[in-house]
């Protein structure tokens, strides 16, 4: 049976949404280190983490004037802590 959560084609948006929560978890995190990290366009960048921010499932933290940083909220902590237990229960079998 194929694994449905490592797809061999591309991510989908619940995968991508859950990389960016896992790395803004415990410390803020700026858009550029998120592109970086999870493997991102500007503009997909963008659309994630206005989606994410309308969901309440991330924060924006003010760092400076031109800078900011994210992190997720205890909503998205709980989402990604239920996402992490499908993919396991996924996976293990």
Known sequence: MKNLWLNK????KVQIAADILKLSYKKDTTESEL????????????????????????????????????RSTAKGQSLLSV????RQMLVDR
């Open 9 to 12: 084609g591309r991510r989908s």
């Open 35 to 70: 592109m970086k990290r999870v493997n991102m366009s500007h503009q997909q960048s963008k659309k994630y983490l206005n989606w994410l921010l309308k969901l309440e499932l991330l924060n924006i933290i003010e760092v400076g004037q031109d800078c900011c940083s994210y």
């Open 83 to 86: 996402l992490n237990k499908v």
